[in-house]
């Protein structure tokens, strides 16, 4: 069985920076991942994924320049860096395995991550 467990949330300021962290249990984790977000009344939409051995890396326009992600296989765990981040950014993070910019691909979710930016 999979699990996936999101850390590193909390608040900051406009303009600052946070890293968010997904560890990963379970023999599945050698596979595609990618990171989500969530406002209240809005739908989930993606941020960026990672290929298996992170060769390929891809990012909605959205966090292009500012949010980096990253993984390190021997830990089982995957990094979201955030940086200049703004008001907007404020939702609950996620973590998945799976592949592409839907949510249709993929198949486990962490439960999430609260991130909050003051202005």
């Known amino acids: 069985q999979v699990q996936l467990v999101e850390s590193g949330g909390g608040l900051v300021q406009a303009g600052g920076s946070l890293r968010l962290s997904c560890a990963a249990s379970?023999?599945?984790?050698?596979?595609?991942m990618g990171w989500f977000r969530q406002a209240p009344g809005k739908e989930r939409d993606f941020l960026a994924s990672?290929?298996?051995?992170?060769?390929?890396?891809y990012y909605a326009d959205s966090v292009k320049g500012r949010f980096t992600i990253s993984r390190d296989n021997a830990k089982n765990t995957v990094y979201l860096q955030m940086d200049s981040l703004k008001p907007e950014d404020t939702a609950v993070y996620y973590c998945?395995?799976?592949?592409?910019?839907?949510?249709?691909?993929?198949?486990?979710w962490g439960q999430g991550t609260q991130v909050t930016v003051s202005s």
């Open positions: 379970g023999r599945t984790f050698s596979r595609a």
């Open positions: 990672i290929s298996r051995s992170s060769e390929n890396t």
């Open positions: 998945a395995l799976g592949y592409g910019a839907d949510t249709a691909g993929y198949d486990y």
